[in-house]
Structures are given as structure tokens and as C-alpha cells.
């Protein structure tokens, strides 16, 4: 009598795979920030992460862990900003939205047309960077210039050259080596299997329906 079935395997399998690299990486970015800065920018190795993990694995995938990150990160560093009345608050489920966000964008991004190839997966992660760095820009551009605080922030060729570009840099440097282990060590399995789609559908974004 067999306790465990394909699915049930594949779920643990997912829930123990994600929870170990999410734990991982968001300790090394806490902890090492310097070790992967440039130009004042540090490697979003968790965005990056919550992306691929939504490119490769499905829609659910990218929604859950991407949710899950940005709880994570809510509650460690959250976001500070200054309000109206000019009180520095801080912020809640800015993270949750953002990375939950970027992990929907990665799973929508051209994954049918591309066959979820990895070459393109580079792309997917330059372009929802690039989503993020400028949706950041205007709303704390627009935020602060309403509560009147918009003398410390970048001009656009500032924020361009000094913060966009080495973001966009250090996001697609840092999307190789987890390319490599969602691909190869990842929560989804692919081995024996051609047709990756079928697989993201029996056990990618159908397995989280089950927990």
C-alpha cells in the first residue's frame, strides 16, 4: 500500500524546497548587503528569486512564494516613509504586493510563446526589474513631492544612471546562479519529462491547490 502519492510527493518536495531557499536567501541578503552592492544599489536576490520561481513553475507558484517573501520581508525590513503630516511611519504589505506582483509578472511573461527557455528567463527578470525601479521612482517621486519632501530625491538622469541601470546590472548577474538551482534543484522536477507546460500544469500550479 503506497502512503504517498506523485502529488503528495511533489507537494512536500515544493514546500520544503521553497522554504529552504527563501529562508537562505533572504539571510544572505540581510547579512552580506555588501557583498553585493554597486554604485549604492544591492542585488535583489529574493525579487530575482520570486520571478524566476514564477517564470519556471507556474502562475501559483510566482503568486505564493512571491506573497510569502514579501511577508517576510514586511516584517524585517519594512519600507519607511515620510507622511503628510511629516512623521517618518513605517509601512505595511509594501513588500507583500511588490513581490507578490513580481512573481505573477514573471509567470505571465511570454512563458507559453518561450516554452519557459532559460535564456529568456533572463529577460523576464530584466523587465520586471525594470517594472519595479520605475513604478518605485514615481510613486516615492509623487509621494514626496505631496508631502513636500521631494528635495532629496534623484532627478530622473540621477535615478537613471545611479540607480536603475546598476539594479538592472546586478539583478541580471544575480539571476544566473539561481537560474541554475530552480532549474536543476528546484521545487518542480523536470526530469524525463519534454514538454514542460504538462508539467507545470499536473504538479506546478495545480500542487499548491492542495495544500
Known sequence: MRILTGNTKSMIRKVIVYAVYIILLSSIQVSFPDAFTFLGQTADLVFVFVVLSGYFNGFWDGAVVGFICGIVRDVFSPPIVVGLDRDVRVTAFIGAFTLFAAGITGASFFTRRMHRNIPFSIVAVIFATA???????LLIY???TLAGTGSGIYDPYTAFVYSFLPQLLLNTIASIPLIVLLRF???VSFRGNVNRDEVIEREGDGTWLGI
Open 131 to 137: 517594472c519595479y525601479k520605475i513604478a518605485g521612482y
Open 142 to 144: 509623487g509621494w514626496s
Open 185 to 187: 534543484l528546484g521545487p
